[in-house]
């Protein structure tokens, strides 16, 4: 099975610049994980009922990674969250578009 591209929004990789080097490790471990197979098991990735659309949470011990896929070629990391009782409040409000740059733009 290939690795799929993982899409960064700004919000998950500003959390994960703030955390101390062995947590963002097994994040980024646990990332690397999902871009070979994102698709939910049931255990540690699931998809999050209450909102719309294919949105899919990982557990990473205290951390949960919140993301979609598309297609089979990448997976976007929309947020990475501490657990708690609003860890899923106001992830619908989560944008998902993917944005390209100047440099992307084929034009």
Known sequence: MTDRQ???MQAPLDYLVK???KEA????????LLSADPVPDGK?????RHMKGKRYYARSGRHRIIYTTFGRLSIHLLD???RNDNTYTGVD?????????DTDDPA
């Open 80 to 82: 990475i969250r501490l």
């Open 6 to 8: 993982c899409l960064f």
């Open 44 to 48: 540690t990735k699931k998809q999050v």
């Open 25 to 32: 490790h097994r994040l980024l471990e646990r990332i690397k």
């Open 93 to 101: 409000d989560v944008d998902d578009e993917i944005i390209l740059d």
């Open 19 to 21: 955390l101390r080097p």
